[in-house]
C-alpha cells in the first residue's frame, strides 16, 4: 500500500526555517508528481508547492520567494524548505502524491509565533 510518513514540523519564530520532509513506501517514486498542501484552522485545505516527475515546480503566490519545494528519489523522499517564515504560514502541513489517484500524509504541526 501507498504511505506517506511527514516529519520536520514544530515551534519556530517569525523569521526562522523549518525543511519538512516526507518519505514515501508503496510506489515507483520517481514516476510520480509530488506536493505539499497546508491546512490552517478555519480556512481551506489549500496547494503550497508541487514537483512533477522531471523536476519542474510550481508554488502559490504567497510563498514565492521564501519556500522551496525539491526531490530525492534514490531516498523516496520529497522536501519543503521554509524560509522567512511568517505567523500566517502557522497550519497543519499535508505531503501529497498523485498517482492515478491522490494519496495523502497523516498532516504535521507547523506553528510560527514569537
Known amino acids: 500500500q501507498v504511505q506517506l510518513v511527514e516529519s520536520g514540523g514544530g515551534l519556530v519564530q517569525p523569521g526562522g526555517s523549518l525543511r519538512l520532509s516526507c518519505v514515501a513506501s508503496?510506489?515507483?517514486?520517481?514516476?510520480?508528481?509530488m506536493g505539499w498542501y497546508r491546512q490552517a484552522p478555519g480556512k481551506e485545505r489549500e496547494l503550497v508547492a508541487s514537483?512533477?516527475?522531471?523536476?519542474?515546480?510550481s508554488y502559490t503566490v504567497s510563498v514565492r520567494g521564501r519556500f522551496t519545494i525539491s526531490r530525492d528519489n534514490a531516498k523516496n523522499t520529497v522536501y519543503l524548505q521554509m524560509n522567512s517564515l511568517k505567523p500566517e504560514d502557522t497550519a497543519v502541513y499535508y505531503c501529497?502524491?498523485?498517482?492515478?489517484?491522490?494519496?495523502w500524509g497523516q498532516g504535521i504541526q507547523v506553528t510560527v509565533s514569537s
Open positions: 501529497n502524491i498523485y498517482a492515478g489517484s491522490l494519496y
Open positions: 508503496g510506489i515507483i517514486f520517481s514516476a510520480y508528481a
Open positions: 514537483i512533477i516527475s522531471v523536476g519542474s515546480t
